[in-house]
Nanobody
Framework: QVQSVEESGGGLVQVGGSLRLSCSASGSIDSVYAMGWYRQAPGSQREPVAV???????HLANSVKGRFTISRDNAKNTVYLQMNSLKPEDTAVYYC????????WGQGTQVTVSS
């Protein structure tokens, strides 16, 4: 049972660059229905970016399709968000979430894309 999640991998990157975010869970993610990534830019609401369900299916926000990929390594209890071709509008705090009732959120990791 996943008790908590923790993000890592954020940082400062130039336009067009790449980052890989990691979400480490405290327990097995095998039984979790879905894991996801959300983001929140200053002055904006938190929005979904990517979700991966137990069976491996993925859903991506239209704004990141073709640039971001979500994946999971059950053996490491880790979910990844590979972000390529980054744009200034991708600047936000990125949160990992265990999609369950209740949901479990991480503390977030800052991603800043500079032009």
């Amino acid at each position: 049972q996943v008790q908590s999640v923790e993000e890592s991998g954020g940082g400062l990157v130039q336009v067009g660059g790449s980052l890989r975010l990691s979400c480490s869970a405290s327990g097995s993610i095998d039984s979790v229905y879905a894991m996801g990534w959300y983001r929140q830019a200053p002055g904006s609401q938190r929005e979904p970016v990517a979700v991966i369900v137990r069976g491996g299916g993925t859903h991506l926000a239209n704004s990141v399709k073709g640039r971001f990929t979500i994946s999971r390594d059950n053996a490491k209890n880790t979910v990844y968000l590979q972000m390529n071709s980054l744009k200034p509008e991708d600047t936000a705090v990125y949160y990992c979430v265990r999609i369950s009732d209740p949901p479990g959120w991480g503390q977030g990791t800052q991603v800043t894309v500079s032009s």
